[in-house]
């Protein structure tokens, strides 16, 4: 899974809002030469990131959750997976986990 590179989300949303650095710059207080080195930063406070969400209008925190809800549906799968392991079924949009007396059902 690839890393989420914050400061590059940053530089692409404000770009896709039609705003300028200098107008960043002027929301967060700053000179423009520490937006253009946040841009470079792949990681970034949580109240920094807080503050640029709420200017620019756009949650960025949403990828952190996207990619750690599909870090533990991954591994939830992985964990079922191995314990059932008598029968895999796959039928329509579903996989189908036999064994043991249990079923698991999990949509695809």
């Not at 470079?40 to 503050?51: A, G, S």
């Not at 925190?61 to 964990?79: G, W």
Request: glycine content about 2%; charged content about 20%.
């Amino acid at each position: 899974m690839q890393k989420i590179h914050i400061g590059q989300q940053i530089k692409n949303h404000l770009k896709e809002s039609g705003q300028s650095v200098t107008w960043l710059a002027r929301q967060l207080n700053c000179e423009r030469t520490k937006i253009y080195r946040l841009f470079r930063t792949p990681y970034i406070d949580t109240d920094i990131l807080f503050t640029v969400s709420k200017i620019l209008k756009y949650d960025f925190f949403v990828q952190y959750s996207r990619r750690l809800s599909e870090t533990l549906s991954a591994s939830f799968f992985a964990h079922i997976f191995t314990k059932l392991t008598t029968k895999v079924c796959v039928f329509s949009n579903s996989i189908f986990l036999l064994g043991n007396e249990e079923l698991a059902i999990f949509a695809i």
